[in-house]
């Protein structure tokens, strides 16, 4: 889908984002792994949690029909269509309506063996994360998933999880994945690449394993495993290390938080077109909230008060007044991890500020859902903008956008990213592939117009 932004008008008001994507994953494992009854409220319908929720599907019995029906909720959704453009903007910013999700588990021990393989689709969480479920599990388990998601590497994952006990068949380090569940014992695990997703992974094969299970991070990750973990009474200590022994837990009832990286890109939106806006309802977690920091450094004021928690996550809302304009920043190499989803909404900002920008150490960006360090530099170079790879570096030359055409290049976050910078360009954007915003972000345009923002689709495209 293709659509047109035009550059200048304020945004205004008080909006949600979508349920978390990273929390949404863990705790639909967490629920259908459970012992028990769980209640899952507003799990966002991101095209990548339906993944997660349909490979569940097929490794549950009692809880099948619901995580079923859950997955394969409004087909017209999933194409991209409906709730990204062709809804009824009535100024109703409250975003997309809280869904209840009631998950029967029957435990760990109650998996059973997938009658095909489990379609991960572009989700790269769904399939790090379900390779440490089911490494203990006493059958096989396939996975596979789209084009980018065959290019990302499995290895980083199968290989602790080879090391407690599975074993595991990658292709040439990619997936098609197959696990052979096996029983587990505790490992020491020290990461080479700082990664949630294979912290994660680590630990849920570390709750079905003899011994204990250590993660000892070099650079800290999201810690969202390890807050769920801890609020469901498993035996796990949290510092600069992390431990967990074999636990089985009880069916929870918890209500997802918006997804603070959604957040990032309206609060960017609101920045450069000097507006006021409140995002409510938002997950603080401050393994997430680094994005904010840089943007103060940026200038951009970004109020956050934690209102509650839910399963160990704070949870409240985000203020931003009016910003007078953008200034550069550098984003060190032992930071990046903490904003690795926000660099492509980061640089476009920076590309707004008066002089260079840095993300230093940035390579991890390279294997996401595109390469996202080559697709940014492109991004605002086609945008009539400077800015250049250089090694694992990305240097944004400030000074503004012309406008122009981007393309999302099949990934949620450039979508995004671009269609924000459109907002301060000088003369209008067009983005090629919106629809891609609906991984992560269902409702995104539509949440920008509720706003204010003039964003049509473009005839006959
Ligand atoms: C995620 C971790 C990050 C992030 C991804 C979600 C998670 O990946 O980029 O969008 O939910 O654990 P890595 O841990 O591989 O960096």
Known sequence: MHVRIEPGGRLQGTTRVPGDKSISHRWLMLAATAVGRSALMEVPPSLDVRSTAAALAALTTEARPALQSWASYDAD????HRSTWNVKVDGDTNGPPPVSLEVEGKGRKGLTVPDRALDCGNSGTSMRLLMGLVSSAAFMTALEGDASLSSRPMERVAMPLREMGAEIDTDRGHAPVVVHGRPLHGIVFE???????????????????????????????????????????????????????????????????????????????????????????????PTRTRVFEVMERMGITVERSIRHHELGEPVGDIHVPPTAGVGPVRVEANELPLVVDEVPVLALLAAHAPSDSWFTGAGELKLKESDRLTGIAEAIRGLGGHAAVEGDDLVVAGGGLEGGRGDARGDHRMA??????????????????VEHAEVSFPGFVRTLVALGATIEPVAGE
């Open 191 to 285: 990461p080479t690449v700082p990664s949630a997703q294979v912290k994660s992974a680590v630990l849920l094969a570390g709750l079905d394993a003899d011994g204990l299970t250590v993660v000892r991070e070099s650079v800290p990750t999201r810690d969202h495993t390890e807050r769920a973990l801890l609020a469901l009474g498993a035996p796990i200590e949290v510092g600069e290390t992390v431990a967990v022994g074999r636990f089985q837990h009880e069916g929870f009832s918890a209500v997802v938080p918006g997804d603070v990286s959604s957040a990032a890109f309206l609060v960017a939106a609101a920045a450069l077109t000097g507006s006021e806006l409140t995002v409510a309802g938002v997950g603080l977690n």
């Open 416 to 433: 995004m990213a671009l269609v924000v910078s459109g907002l301060a360009a000088r003369g209008a954007v067009e983005v090629d592939g």
């Open 77 to 80: 959704t999933a194409e991209g």
